[in-house]
Structures are given as structure tokens and as C-alpha cells.
Nanobody, 127 residues
Framework: QVQLVESGGGLVQAGNSLRLSCTAS????????MGWFRQAPGKEREFVAG????????DYANSVKGRFTISRDNAKNTVWLQMNNLKPEDTAVYYC????????????????????WGQGTQVTVSS
């Protein structure tokens, strides 16, 4: 079992930044691929960013490339999502997810590949 707790959401104006955190407890975080997803009202949950566990290689959705950065610290069991130059279309509930079955360099990008999810944190960007 893996428990995930997100924090850092809030209300910001367009152009500003937020940093989301996700702290994991339970089985080994250091061998678990991590991802961030988001879900806006009336829309499906979508991949935002992911990071592998062995090489810490990141990958991003095209809509956030160049603005968002995912990082992890295995010693702290934590993954972060730094979000810069936020836009109103980034407004959503953001979820942290864990895939303990991922291979060393894999970055799962679909919801069904992740076994564990956090409770979500609301990000609202005003124009």
C-alpha cells in the first residue's frame, strides 16, 4: 500500500506560480514512478507530468512543457510540481499518483497504469 498526500494548491492570478507537493508513505518510494494528473470540471482526468524512479527522467504534457517542472527527492519520499506562468486553463484539481510496478525508466502516462492516488488539491487561476 502507498498513501499519498498532496498540498500546495490555491488561488492565484494568471502569470503567477504555485508549487505542489506530494508526500508518500508505505512501500518503497525510491522504486515507484510518480505522476501528476489534473481534472477540470466536466473533463476527464489528464496526464500533466511524470517522473521515472531509476533515472528520474521527467515527461510532460505538451500544454505544460516549458512552464511546469516535476522533481523528486527519494530521501524525503516527496515529489513536487513547480508550476510557473499559470494560465486560467490550468485550473483543475491536481492529483498525485504512484505506480510501483513501473520499470526503471518508465513514465506511465495513463490513469489506469497508476495504482495509488492522492485526494487531490485544487488549483484555481484567475485571469
Amino acid at each position: 500500500q502507498v498513501q499519498l498526500v498532496e498540498s500546495g494548491g490555491g488561488l492565484v492570478q494568471a502569470g503567477n506560480s504555485l508549487r505542489l507537493s506530494c508526500t508518500a508513505s508505505g512501500r518503497s518510494f525510491s522504486t515507484t514512478a510518480m505522476g501528476w494528473f489534473r481534472q477540470a470540471p466536466g473533463k476527464e482526468r489528464e496526464f500533466v507530468a511524470g517522473i521515472s524512479w531509476g533515472t528520474a527522467i521527467p515527461d510532460y504534457a505538451n500544454s505544460v512543457k516549458g512552464r511546469f517542472t516535476i522533481s523528486r527527492d527519494n530521501a524525503k519520499n516527496t515529489v513536487w510540481l513547480q508550476m510557473n506562468n499559470l494560465k486560467p486553463e490550468d485550473t483543475a484539481v491536481y492529483y498525485c499518483a504512484a505506480d510501483p510496478a513501473a520499470e526503471i525508466a518508465d513514465i506511465p502516462m495513463t490513469t489506469y497504469e497508476y495504482d495509488y492516488w492522492g485526494q487531490g488539491t485544487q488549483v484555481t487561476v484567475s485571469s
